[in-house]
């Protein structure tokens, strides 16, 4: 069975940093693409960004609203993804899940974490 | 970068038929994929590839195309088709991904 699950989440102030970890199992961790999507409360879904597998050059593509500040990586040998978030602000306030495209350049998404909390304020 | 477009909401009675637009300059171009979100949960896939169901959806939901407006098509809808419904599609160069605002649909 396919899992995701985020942690790392809770409260931060603004300007800080946080990193986020999705633990994966169940699949070929190697082989997949993984992305980090965004939700603030009672909001809209919001794409963060990707990173792609190593053998596509385990390359990295962000959202304007977080290139520079926030950055994906990945440890194949641990099934994990990570996002590192830097000088955060009260706007990246949201519920962060991790998700597995079902195939490298598919673009589709079937598997979701639940999600970790982040909450930005002083 | 491109945006999706998504009316707010729609409202129907058990057994009608809903249908919920996504417009945006990515169609017809790039596949439009739809995500069901209800409250406190993690989206689950219900269309990909414009109009390819998952294995375990429901046959109710099937998605078309026309032109820059896809569309997820929920016939004979029921109480539990009650979320939020994201339509989601990358850009050309494979380097972004982007979803619509969302329709919450309230089965009256």
């Known amino acids: 069975e396919v899992q995701l699950v985020e942690s790392g989440g809770g409260l931060v102030q603004p300007g800080r940093s946080l990193t986020l970890s999705c633990i994966t199992s169940?699949?070929?961790?190697?082989?997949?693409?993984l992305t980090w999507v965004r939700q603030a409360p009672g909001r809209g879904l919001q794409w963060v960004g990707f990173?792609?597998?190593?053998?596509?050059?385990?390359?990295?593509e962000y959202d304007a609203s977080v290139k520079g500040r926030f950055t994906i990586s990945r440890d194949d040998s641990k099934s994990v993804a990570y996002l590192q978030m830097n000088s955060l602000k009260t706007e990246d306030t949201a519920l962060y899940y991790c998700?597995?495209?079902?195939?490298?350049?598919?673009?589709?998404?079937?598997?979701w974490g639940q999600g970790t909390l982040v909450t930005v304020s002083s | 970068s491109y945006e999706l477009t998504q009316p707010p909401s729609v409202s129907l009675s058990p057994g009608q038929t809903a249908r919920i637009t996504c417009s945006g300059d990515?169609?017809?171009?790039?596949?439009a994929y739809w995500y069901q979100q209800k409250p406190g949960q993690a989206p689950v896939l219900v269309i990909y590839?414009?109009?390819v169901r998952p294995s375990g959806i429901p046959e109710r939901f099937s998605g078309s195309t026309s032109g820059t407006t896809v569309t997820l098509i929920i016939s004979e809808v029921q109480a539990e088709d009650e979320a939020d419904y994201y339509c989601?599609?990358?850009?050309?160069?494979?380097?972004?991904?982007?979803f619509g605002g969302g329709t919450k649909v309230t089965v009256l």
């Open positions: 998700a597995r495209e079902d195939y490298y350049g598919s673009g589709s998404y079937p598997f």
């Open positions: 169940g699949f070929t961790f190697g082989d997949h693409s």
């Open positions: 990173i792609r597998t190593k053998g596509h050059g385990g390359t990295t």
């Open positions: 990515a169609f017809p171009h790039q596949f």
């Open positions: 590839k414009d109009s």
């Open positions: 989601q599609s990358g850009d050309t160069s494979g380097t972004s991904v982007v």
